[in-house]
């Protein structure tokens, strides 16, 4: 066994530790806190969606920043993507059906981590000496621990995080598989798109994901519905399924080897954690150059958002439930299952997943280098951009050698670091918090 393969089982030992035991606690009892002190923010925001879209257009006009549409689309292009499809697969097909319930539970109580960290990442905001916003975790990490070492070591992994090699190489997978073009030319394309997109900071992210954003949703959502509705008969039966299997072993059945309650935990907690930028500052970061001046308005819209993105996952996880997919397609990789799916109803629909696929995981992937700019910059405001610019090139480079399992592997134990050090300052700096 190599140093590397060595090192990827080490990683693993640790992100399992940390999600079995650790992450969900964390999310869990910190978004039951911030329901109770918030009566339950997250349900009468959807009662008062019109009310709160109305006010936050009417808090954005005519100041410095950016529109908060635009930040929706910029917001949901790095959250929706391909964990949703491929990310939420994998906790459907090793952790059950059961998974989907704490996926449901953790972006429940995860919403009011989001509307936190967006709301402490408006109010520390600064001004930049570009003219921009700057916000996110680092500064009311900073303030809250009065050192630079907390939020400096948030941007380290931000930065690790935010070059997305998980979804650049399913991306160059994909387009590799369903076009024959050489794997090389492929990863030095897509890495020329994806540095373009990205170095032209939040505002190219939001003007790109404005236009393909709601392209992708709205065609996956409909293709994914009918689906189900085709096979409606077995909704109830699997929806009993995903309740049961929540808190008891799942008995083997097809391809799929059962599940215990810590298994479903694990992947539908982690999965939900990164489909939906939960804690990870991602969200935070990108609503910080809003031009809305209230903190409350702006991360009480944020949270439609991860309504959306929460949306995708269920219907993700409905289609493959329902069709059986889940325990069907165990020998496919978990990026052919989706496209595998569609094509026994959609035919010639392999190119066109592929597009879908190519548009949720492109947002996705510019949208995290953006914002891992801005960590860098950060970090080191004369050389950081630069030096970003060598390092996320190299990193995609490298990681396009290896399997997107392995690659997610990082990804899960990344975002556990973030979203440890997020709810230490959501916790320390709590009484600033104010819910609309």
Partial sequence: MSIIDNLFNYINIFQEFYWNYVGWLLICFTGIYLTIKSRGLQFRALYNFRKNIKEIFADGKGKEGMHPLKLYFASVGGMVGIGNI??????????GPGSIFWTIIASIFGTLLK???????????????????????????????????????FA??????????????????????????????????????????????????????????????????????????????YLPEFLGLVVKSAFTKQAGIGGFLGSSMIVAMHYGMSKAVYSGDIGIGYDSIVQSETRVTDPTKQATFAIYSLFTDTFICIITNLMLGVTGAWYKL??????????????????????????????????????F???????????????????????????FIFC?????????????????????????????????IKFN
């Fill in 369 to 395: 280098l953006a914002v891992g700019i801005k960590c860098a910059r950060f970090l080191s405001p004369k050389y950081g951009k630069i030096i970003y610019l060598i390092y996320a090139p190299i990193s």
């Fill in 86 to 95: 491929v990310g939420i697969s994998v906790a459907l097909m090793i952790g």
């Fill in 156 to 233: 380290v992994f931000l930065c690790i995080y935010g070059a997305e090699v998980y979804q650049f190489v399913i991306l160059v997978d994909r387009i590799e598989s369903s076009f024959t073009f050489d794997r090389h030319l492929v990863v030095f394309g897509l890495l020329m798109a994806v540095i373009y997109s990205a170095f032209g900071g939040i505002n190219r992210i939001a003007n790109i994901c404005s236009v393909i954003m709601p392209v992708f949703m709205i065609s996956y959502v409909i293709m994914s519905i009918y689906i189900i509705i085709q096979n409606a008969d």
């Fill in 330 to 367: 165990q020998d496919l990789q978990t990026i052919d299952i989706v496209p595998a799916t569609f094509s026994n109803y959609f035919p010639y629909s392999d190119i066109f997943v592929t597009l879908l696929l190519f548009f949720a995981g492109f947002t996705t992937v510019i949208g």
């Fill in 400 to 432: 396009s050698n290896f399997s997107p399992d392995k690659l997610f592997i990082i990804m899960d134990f990344v975002s556990g670091i973030l979203v440890l050090l997020s709810i230490a300052g959501i916790l320390k700096l709590r009484k600033e």
């Fill in 115 to 153: 509307y936190s960290e967006i709301y402490l990442g408006v109010k520390h905001r600064v001004k930049n000496k570009y003219g921009g916003l700057d916000g996110g975790p680092m500064y009311y990490l900073q303030d809250a621990f009065k050192s630079k070492f907390i939020a400096s070591l």
